[in-house]
């Protein structure tokens, strides 16, 4: 039996490029608000259909999706920064 070994070195991106990005946290009347503003801050063209949400089965948690249209690589490393800072962000993909 063989095993398909995960690519360790992905291909790289060719901008600009669809990025799909999902932010999950805990419910809050704020939080989608606070994600999608983080992600304009450095992506401004991103608009309402662009966004979509989706509560957990117990509606303890909800996550963020949010497709944009990535231009660089130092673009999308500042989002992944950013969320990564971001006290509610739990986990982020």
């Known amino acids: 039996m063989s095993f398909c070994a995960l690519d360790d070195n992905p291909p790289p991106l060719e901008f600009p490029c669809d990025y799909p990005i999902k932010i999950m946290g805990e419910a809050s009347d704020d939080f989608h608000t606070e994600m999608v503003a983080l ?3 450095h992506a401004p063209e991103v608009c309402d259909a662009d966004v979509s949400l989706r509560a957990s089965k117990g509606g303890k948690y909800v996550s963020v ?10 673009q999308v490393d500042a989002i992944v920064i950013a969320l990564r800072e971001h006290p509610k962000v739990l986990a982020s993909l």
């Open 39 to 41: 992600i304009r801050c």
């Open 65 to 74: 999706s949010i497709q944009l249209r990535a231009q660089s690589r130092e």
